[in-house]
């Protein structure tokens, strides 16, 4: 498999009080094979969502990626990139679906125009071409009567409609990456049945390689073939799909699986993580799970780095080392 | 309170907005003590001296009439702010009463209240104002005030109904029905604070405005009556001799300029400050 | 199941239209969020109210406490006829029964500490001599899990899981018996969303109050309802103790949103129903089964599109399907 995206210790900093930079995303570090779906699990506050925007160097100002991170696509070091440069791979080489697809389509235009300066800004092809490739575009994602829908505005969809155009124009320069942020949250469950089986086809169509950010654990489950788990900026948990959920090991992941409410299964009261997520400005010293670790011991005082759990499975976390103290 | 002050310092932050701020608070220092300080404007009238450059002793020079312009112009402060100030909290009472009671109530009062905002603005305010001064002759200056400020709310009444409209709605606003709160309680508890934002920013914007029709009405004769120096006023007595004595003309002229651009300055400020966290 | 206590709510035919301003006669056909629906809630019980969006259930939860004139119907709180009271009898039942919000940002006035949002109910209903009240809110505060020393900040400072429980905290205050609960945890995250609802739980416990709680989400709802209704266009199709729900669905759409949730699972079977087509709009509902434009059951025909299936038990359940008996389980679809 070839790996189409490197993440190696990325780090992105933000000016806070008293002139002293925070860092929401602390040292990331991730890869992405084509064809395979890679997804980034966390609350809020975890950094995930600031992760997907680095990636194409969209973080807002006055945020920045730190130097000594690195972001390669094949041969290419994104973040070297500038200009014109940097604007072809954006799209073309990485598509991103946010959200919500209302605020993230313009609501002056209509839906076809927008697929169109989509494709051309990316292609140069006569815009007849353009509109009949927005065409087959709306009818990949399984949008129905697309020739009457190409005429229409935002609003005169529904959500998944919207968000069914937004991967519309994601795919619309051919990216061998797809980086969906919480593509599903803002909709029904049926209609996230919907869409996410529109980017299992698509996906298997085209060999992308998809990055999905979630906090959805059920989403993971049925769609995801490897797991990272963030939470105050790090990663805190890797690992292949099936054995992070049949051995969740770092106190964080276990507790949000003991928090997620489930359909099947004996009914228990949900057990959550006490306490709140740290806020980015004031990362928790040593591990900085540890103020809300029902494990935590002396050496949690001291920042873990990533240990190895069982092959290809990792976790920060000093239990690593001394399993017995982790059941259950 | 707190909303009103929270506004204010954002506003000071801002570097436009700290200027304009600093700029009115000299020109209000001024006309408070100023008067106190110099020399009484009204008194000494000397035809016969005539009007001197500025020099020592008069830092703006005298009028035709040897009255100390600076006296004039600081005195004149006192009136065209104070009169700028009462008209406005005048018109900004009425138009957020008005606003509050349309936007929260609906229904027939608001389409009432409404229709005649709607008449009302579409009648020039200056005409009626020409209209009603022309005929009154020697208007005082509280009547002054009270027709300013009664013509001047109409369209911060619509502002208010239009943030009204969308406060209604919020979460909050719902909770305080729910809970049983009355009308009155939410008007005064739930609206009016959330609605003194957009309110504190029309207000300095229209103080601006106010300053500039007073001068104006003054100027044509129709405003502040003599004695009673006004910006306006002196620009009008400078007339007959701009080329000889122009400095007659130009302090006054200066006071007004700076005055309401340092309030549209600090109205802006306070316009960022309010707008977007406002939502 | 025999009752020993009439319930706490009634709801009967309830409707709720909403009509567009249109200068000359009606410009557009109006909203028809809620159709008639008809529920009850038992006291100590929690009834979800279950759906997606544009179902109506949010419209429903808020008409029943007449935060909205209804279009039609009634509404029973302990026997009284709350679409029938004056302002004034209202509002002294309004302290019985309460409401929390889905978005925590919205739900609190940015411009009042939070002491103050949690006393204006004791405040309006005169609930206690004003020296008593910041003891009360001090209680309330602990009550839900928050120090009592935060009375004195400001909305803003506090995480959107804090600020729910400061809503309930609210609500609490006046000592209601019955809680609208507008999807309250569908804006957090996962881990708050669990400590929301342990505290949801076991404040029915301790105040044995009584729930209506409206969601999208069926596992939620499995964590705190005794009975689900669910919802489709205005409309409820069905009905029932939770469990027998979740284990034998009689509706089609109760069968296709079941198989929607994705199960946190990677092993698990990954049957999925996925409905064909859009939502109909709540301003032109299908005629007949409002649902039978996506329904995939194997006896739908023409009977569906022209009759509207009336609620019936069926098995455990009431459905609004004329082939409830025969509705195919999620294994017999076998759909993908």
């Not at chain 1, 991730?30 to 064809?35: H, P, T």
């Not at chain 1, 966390?42 to 730190?66: H, W």
């Not at chain 2, 208010?160 to 909050?172: D, G, K, P």
């Not at chain 2, 029905?177 to 604070?193: K, S, T």
Request: glycine share 8%; net charge positive; with cysteine.
């Amino acid at each position: 498999m070839s790996r189409v995206l490197e993440v190696r210790d990325l780090r992105v900093s933000f000016p806070g009080p008293d002139h002293r930079r925070f860092y929401p995303v602390d040292g990331v570090t991730f890869s992405l094979e084509r064809g395979k779906t890679m997804a980034l699990v966390g609350e809020s506050g975890s950094g995930k969502s600031l992760t997907s925007l680095a990636l194409l160097q969209l973080v807002p100002s006055p945020g920045r990626v730190e130097t000594g991170s690195v972001i390669r696509m094949g041969e290419t070091d994104v973040l070297a990139l500038r200009g014109e440069a940097l604007r072809r791979i954006r799209g073309r080489r990485v598509g991103m679906i946010f959200q919500d697809p209302m605020t993230s389509l313009n609501p002056v235009f209509t839906v076809g125009d927008q697929i169109v300066e989509g494709i051309l800004a990316h292609f140069k092809m006569p815009r007849a071409a353009a509109r009949e490739r927005a065409l087959q575009l709306l009818q990949e994602v399984g949008i129905p009567d697309p020739s009457t829908r190409l005429k229409a505005y935002p609003h005169q969809l529904s959500g998944g409609m919207r968000q069914r155009v937004m991967i519309a124009i994601a795919l619309s320069a051919e990216p061998e990456i797809l980086v969906a942020d919480e593509p599903t949250t803002a909709l029904d469950v049926t209609v996230q049945a919907q869409i996410l089986e529109v980017l299992d086809r698509l996906q298997e169509s085209r060999g992308m390689a998809v990055l999905l950010i979630t906090h959805d654990l059920g989403i993971v489950a049925g769609r995801a073939d490897r797991v990272a788990v963030m939470y105050a900026g790090q990663i805190v948990e890797e690992a292949p799909t099936a054995r992070l959920f049949a051995n969740p090991s770092h106190p964080y992941t276990q507790g949000l699986f003991a928090s997620v409410p489930r359909i099947k299964g004996p009914l228990r009261r949900l057990n959550p993580i006490g306490g709140s997520i740290p806020a980015p400005t004031a990362w928790p010293s040593g591990c900085r799970f540890r103020p809300r670790c029902p494990k935590a011991f002396d050496k949690s005082e001291l920042e873990p780095p990533l240990l190895t759990v069982e092959p290809d499975h990792q976790m920060r976390c000093w239990l690593a080392e001394e399993p017995n103290k982790n059941r259950g | 309170m707190r909303p009103v002050l929270d506004a204010l310092a954002a506003a000071w932050r801002h570097p436009q907005g700290r200027v304009g701020a600093l700029i009115l608070l000299i020109v209000a220092v001024a006309a408070i003590v100023g008067p106190w300080l110099l020399p009484d404007p009204l008194s000494q009238p000397d035809i016969l001296a005539g009007s001197m450059p500025p020099g020592l002793g008069h830092p703006f020079g005298t009028d035709q009439l040897n009255r100390d312009i600076l006296s004039r112009v600081v005195t004149g402060a006192r009136i065209s702010l104070g009169v700028a100030l009462l008209a406005v909290a005048l018109s900004m009472t009425l138009g957020a009463a008005v606003g509050l009671v349309s936007g929260y109530l609906g229904g027939v009062v608001d389409a009432a209240l409404m229709r005649l905002v709607d008449g009302a603005l579409a009648i020039p305010r200056l005409f009626i104002l020409l209209l009603v001064l022309a005929v009154w002759e020697r208007v005082p200056v509280l009547a002054l005030i009270l027709l300013i400020g009664a013509t001047g709310w109409f369209a911060t009444s619509r502002i208010v109904r239009a943030e009204v409209l969308r406060l209604r709605e919020e979460a909050y606003v719902r909770a305080a029905e729910a809970l049983g709160a009355r009308r009155r309680r939410i008007i005064f508890r739930h609206l009016l604070p959330n609605v003194v934002g957009p309110l504190l920013v029309t207000a300095t914007l229209a103080v601006g405005d106010v300053i500039l029709l007073e001068a104006g009405l003054s100027f044509l004769g129709l405003g502040i009556q003599p004695p009673l120096p006004s910006w306006g006023g002196m620009i009008l007595d400078s007339k007959e001799v701009l080329v000889s004595a122009p400095w007659a003309g130009i302090f006054p002229g200066l006071a007004i300029v700076i005055t309401v651009l340092s309030a549209n300055l600090f109205g802006d400020a306070l316009r960022d400050a309010v707008d977007p966290r406002g939502a | 199941m025999a009752r020993p206590f009439p319930p706490l709510v009634e709801v009967r035919d309830l409707v709720k239209h909403y009509h567009s301003a249109g200068l000359f006669g009606r410009a557009a056909p109006p909203v028809r969020a809620v159709d008639g629906v008809s529920f009850n809630v038992g006291r100590g019980e929690t009834l979800a109210l279950v759906g997606e969006s544009g179902c109506g259930k949010s419209s429903a939860g808020r008409t029943i406490l007449r935060l909205q004139e209804p279009t039609s119907g009634t509404m029973l709180f302990d026997g009284a006829d709350v679409f029938a009271l004056d302002r004034n009898p209202l509002r002294q039942l309004r302290r019985r029964m309460q409401i929390i919000f889905q978005d925590p940002y919205s739900s609190l006035n940015p411009r009042m500490t939070i002491g103050a949002a949690i006393a204006e109910g004791i405040e309006i209903h005169r609930l206690a001599p004003r020296a008593e009240i910041p003891r009360r809110v001090a209680a309330l505060l602990e009550e839900v899990g928050l120090d009592p020393t935060y009375a004195r900040r400001y909305p803003h400072e506090f995480s959107g899981g804090q600020r729910q429980r400061i809503g309930i905290a609210r609500a609490l205050a006046v000592e209601p018996a019955f809680i609208v609960c507008d999807e309250p945890v569908s804006a957090l995250d996962v881990s708050v969303q669990a400590q929301v609802l342990n505290l949801l739980s076991d404040l029915q416990e301790h105040r044995g109050l009584s729930y209506l709680f409206i969601a999208h989400d069926l596992a939620v709802v499995r964590q705190i309802a005794h009975r689900i209704a669910v919802m489709y266009l205005g409309r409820i199709v069905e009905e029932g103790p939770t469990d027998q729900i979740l284990a034998n669905p009689r509706h089609p759409y109760t069968v296709a949103l079941l198989s929607a949730v994705p199960e946190p699972d990677p092993t698990a079977r990954r049957d999925r129903i996925v409905l064909a087509g859009d939502l109909p709009s709540p301003s032109n509902p299908p005629p007949g089964c409002p649902f039978h434009t996506r329904c995939f059951h194997p006896l739908k025909n023409d009977r569906c599109r022209t009759e509207v299936p009336p609620l019936r038990p069926v098995a455990g359940t009431v459905a609004a399907c004329h082939y409830a008996e025969a509705t195919p389980t999620l294994a017999e679809v076998g759909a993908s």
